[in-house]
């Protein structure tokens, strides 16, 4: 059976889903394939069961700690399957929104099922063959093994298969200190087991400012998370007692997270008969996300770029633009916005403070802002944390890490004021609802505007006024 589209997206994920949405908007005839299941990491493995599983570790964390708020704390009694039943059915409630009826009801045709390409223009799905004016390819990503030393013979999770477990760990080793990692080895700290994070670099999240792994880790060791940082694991074995890792010391758990990274999904479409030049990075895109054929686009993680849910979302919506639309627009960016949602959670877009200096040198400034001095996280008892903003001496903004309860949603004003190229005083001059998170927003944004207006010439001037007039 033959078919024919305008475009055929390879891979159901969350840029294969968002960009089947968009272009069926448009009015095109549009194929999505996929192998597996449709939502991707983000749905089944990602996003979706993590936060889950993290805002039920938190609930146990509170229950502990409630003494803090005047109540009388209690132990609570973790049964890891009940938990996990819980997260799985978040999932089920969040996969009934794009499984393979709702699409087709939107006028989507799924297939599921592996796909390889015959030539540049023709797909093979079993003995089906698509043809496509246009191809988007959103394949995504797999979880990356280091090549340890014996780690082939042990019994180690990563993300997509911890969600699995049904008895809790006694004692769990997690190696890699990014964002699933940390995110990961606070929730089971939480939930009740022993955990010991084995990260290679000197510091947690190594991408974010020093500040943000220092205060993390500070949390992390307050909550009982044991920390090997600058530790290169260097072999490990599983025997009746246990799993061993030898990292700055041998450690010896019950279970292994390996959580090091993730690398693009690309090598069992046989790009080669499309004429898609690719390597182990990714499928290699120019700016406007088109690959070497000129009608064959690729969004999202299989392209090596941030891995992250949003980023692919944006891309493969330009992607889609760009191939149904005349014109082109760019879809590659280096101003791409993450949190990691620890507790506190760590956000973050625009440039570092070094990053800032190594590229514009003095002309950087910096304003610190602690969360202690944030009204609604005092009332919160969630003080932990900083705003940290990166400027020039003019105001204007570089860019933004936020540690802190509500990050995640604060950040978001900060990346408009980037995107529209605001400068701070624009966002101390915007009245910000009082008590909220976002107070401290304002408020570290109106200590920056206030030091500038001080020593401008009129601010000295009108100084010296108001010491005459007194």
């Known amino acids: 059976m033959n078919e024919n589209y305008d475009l055929v997206i390879i891979g159901g994920g969350s840029a294969g889903l968002t960009a089947a949405a968009f272009a069926i908007q448009l009015g095109a005839r549009v194929a999505l394939v996929e192998k597996d299941r449709l939502g991707g990491d983000c749905t089944w493995t990602g996003c979706v069961p993590s936060k889950t599983l993290i805002k039920a570790a938190k609930v146990t964390h509170h229950m502990r700690t409630a003494d803090r708020y005047g109540l009388t704390p209690i132990e609570p009694k973790v049964d890891l399957k009940s938990v996990m039943a819980h997260v799985r059915a978040v999932v089920a409630e969040i996969y009934q929104h794009e499984s393979p009826d709702a699409l087709r009801a939107e006028g989507i045709d799924v297939y599921l099922d592996t796909a390889r390409f015959l030539d540049p223009h023709t797909l093979v799905i079993g003995d089906t063959k698509l043809t496509a004016r246009n191809f988007l390819l959103t394949t995504g990503a797999y979880p990356f093994i280091p090549p340890i030393a014996g780690l082939d013979g042990v019994r180690y999770l990563t993300y997509e298969n911890i969600w699995d477990q049904e008895v809790l760990p006694q004692h769990l080793l997690v190696l890699g200190g990014g964002p699933i990692g940390c995110e990961m080895a606070q929730a089971f700290r939480r939930l009740g087991a022993r955990v010991t994070l084995v990260e290679g670099e000197s ?3 190594p991408r974010e400012e020093v500040e943000a792994s220092h205060a993390l880790a500070e949390v992390f060791r307050a909550e009982g998370v044991e920390l090997r940082l600058g530790a ?4 490990a074995w599983q025997d009746e007692v246990g799993i061993h890792l030898v990292a700055d010391g ?3 758990a019950d279970a292994l997270l390996v959580a090091i990274g993730r690398r693009p999904s690309v090598g069992d479409l046989d790009l080669e008969k499309a004429g898609v030049v690719y390597n182990p990075k990714g499928i290699q895109v120019d700016e406007h996300l088109r690959t070497s054929q000129k009608h064959i686009y690729a969004a999202g993680d299989c392209t090596g770029g941030y891995q992250f849910t949003h980023y692919a979302g944006w891309q493969a919506f330009l992607a889609v633009r760009n191939a149904l639309l005349p014109g082109a627009s760019r879809g590659v960016t280096d101003r791409v916005p ?3 949602f620890t507790d506190p959670e760590v956000a973050h877009v625009g440039m570092t403070e070094e990053q800032a200096r190594k590229k514009l040198g003095d002309s950087v400034a910096t304003c610190d802002w ?4 944030v009204d609604r996280a005092q009332a919160e008892v969630d003080t932990e944390g900083f705003i940290k903003l990166v400027h020039k001496t003019d105001g204007e903004l570089l860019g933004v890490t936020i540690v802190a309860g509500q990050a995640g949603e604060m950040i978001h004003e900060w990346i408009v004021a980037l995107e529209h190229g605001l400068k701070v ?5 915007a009245i910000h609802v009082y008590p909220t998170y976002s107070t401290a927003s ?5 200590a920056i505007r206030v030091e500038q207006w001080l020593s401008s010439t009129q601010g000295r001037v009108i100084r010296r006024l108001a010491r005459l007039m007194r």
């Open 203 to 205: 510091r947690l999240l």
């Open 232 to 235: 290169m694991a260097e072999r």
């Open 250 to 252: 041998e450690l010896v």
């Open 338 to 340: 993450w949190t990691t």
């Open 370 to 373: 602690s969360m202690k001095r």
């Open 425 to 429: 005083g624009d966002l101390a001059s």
């Open 442 to 446: 304002m408020q570290a944004a109106a």
